[in-house]
DNA sequence: GGACATTTGTGCGTATGTATG
DNA sequence: CCATACATACGCACAAATGTC
């Protein structure tokens, strides 16, 4: 095995296989090949892509198929074709740190943009079995379910729901409404600091509802995090389940 | 948004959607809905699934539709299915922690399992510019790379290459592929320790080679990582790109 | 054993999506 | 734009295996 499109580039080298008649659609296939090497920031933006022939030739399919490949990806706001010119790379991805001290608005902001949390909805539920035994609650008591989008330079990053126990933040979801930040949230209840206990990274296929909270093109692969963020004295204050566009973001673990 | 299947065991709960015409098929997704099930631990070994009529239900598809997506888990060896009875997790989740002191021996055999490492290829060759800005040498420097393979309990988990500065590490390949093992491997070149100094993550489909090596139902999806191992003194040691099946594998990050 | 409900296994016809040339 | 081949998805019907009363 070659791990074909990581280490070099595959999409402007030598010729990729294609996996036929396992469910995904061969201009899928391209059209994620091409993703990747953007996301991994092996094309970067402003280059030009293969022309339609080449494409074609490298991952052997019909033209037709290429140019479907390209126009999903035109569609996703990846790349930009001019005709009689080319394929040209648009999008650029954006590294996020995680770690003990993981905050969505230092990750962004440090990076040079401008972060935005946006509340979506709130309720409160009793804890399921997962939920109950991520918080420290018993199975069936009160919690509350906050989801939320948050924004870098108004392109959506992240979508998912958090769960909060009752009634110690009660009033997270008005704080949160009103300052677009976690941290000041988890403040309003008497949280000074916390920090990231643990976190779980799995990568699957966007729901439709995932899909539209982050702006996507139906299909696209999201990673999707699980963690746990606790108060200095180790009390869980927050379980976040969190869905990130693959072509947008990098996850980074450092030390 | 909802992220269905990740907070909540979607598979056995209210109606999942699905995305229609975006280039992979329905009974991939179903299929790849329960897989992460499966792989988060949500669906424990011998737990039985809901029945292929629920399921149809739940994802608002034919019948049909429904076997086939199980159909592939089976050939996959995810589940087992009995006629008159139903469909059993057969697979077990394996958790894979990441962190400043990952190694894969000791994670796999942590968790209960069996760890190996097998060599496929090795060669140097000079460092292009990226595998040169990791490892911290000159683009065009002689550098080793070795395309290898990880199993646990026979099965494979990750597959990938790694890159490492020569002279200093001309003896890695012979010794690596004597024991199996990175940190034999690195020892044997007068590295007595080494850390993880980043690791960044993202996801995409398998390639047809990662699918082969990874013994994967081709068009899956897998989290690929890249990372920079160091010596005590900070120099890298090792470059590693590497896929995980995302349907086994669930990366965790401590701290 | 018989009767019955549940669940998986199978066949067939049809419409739509995908890919080629 | 067409014609062709194949994969995907649906709907209906019925057979086969299992478990229960």
Redesign the pocket.
Known sequence: MTLTETGDAAVTEATTELTR???V???RQIADAIAAEIAAGRLAPGAQLPTEARLAERF???R??AR?ALAALAAEGLVRTAQGKGSFVEARPLPYPIGPRTRFSENIGRAGHGAGGELIAARELPASAVVAERLGVAEGALVLEVRSRRLADGVPITAGRSYHPLPRFAGFAEAYRATGSVTAGLAACGVADYRRRSTAISARLATPEEAAALDLAPGRIVLVTEAVNVDEAGMPVQLTYGAFAADRVELRVEG
Request: proline share 0%.
């Open positions: 008649g396992a469910g659609a061969a201009w052997a399919v019909n037709h198929t479907r």
